[in-house]
């Protein structure tokens, strides 16, 4: 019986490239999505088995879709499919409850491979994968239901840099220095009570920031 995927990916030469890739195995590509509310949708159709989900999408954070889709579809298997082998994506996507992560340079073998593991209910995340983010998702204070106070522009920065923006890059969508959005990051990791920006990215999932 073959395994019928969702591809959700902006760039239509990848999701050209993976009916090439799944001609004679078993996943067949049922239907496509370029952005997160168009996954979302097609999501609910009964002939997916597995959402193969991009991140970094013009229309919205694929990690925000994940959320979403796991709140409505909870039983449905998500499996990461990215070209950015980001800490803070790694983390957000365990916390999430992805299947797994596979980095668009992966072998053919490892891709189809992490597909079926993943649409047979199992998760394919490695040892390696879940040590770089054991740190962030068991830190006491991110379990903790406290306020924090943040400012309006602290809040922004988190936003973004939970989105797995760089600080030079957070810098240009905020339209603030590279200087002052270094600032606003050691303000909120005090405040929050965290070590590095990967922890804060977690915890802002799990308030809701993101």
Known sequence: MSIRILVVDD???????????FKETDIEIVAEATSGSEALTAAG?????????????????????????????????????????????????????????????????????????????????????LRRVTGALATPRLNADVEVPLTQRESEVLHQLALGLTNKEIAQVLDISYETVK????????????SDRTQAAVWAVRKGIV
């Open 11 to 21: 760039h239509a030469v990848v999701r050209s490239g993976l009916r090439q890739l």
């Open 183 to 194: 600032e606003h990051v050691q303000h909120i990791l005090r405040k929050v009570g965290v």
């Open 45 to 129: 159709r009964d002939d997916v088995d597995l959402v193969l989900l991009d991140i970094r999408m013009p229309e919205g954070d694929g990690l925000n879709a994940l959320g979403r889709i796991k709140l409505d579809y909870p039983d449905l298997p998500v499996l990461i499919f990215s070209a950015y082998d980001n800490p803070t994506y790694v983390a957000r996507a365990v916390a999430l409850h992805a299947g797994g992560y596979v980095l668009k340079d992966a072998e053919k073998d490892k891709l189809i491979e992490t597909i079926r593991k993943v649409a047979s209910g199992e998760t394919a995340w490695t040892r390696e994968e």
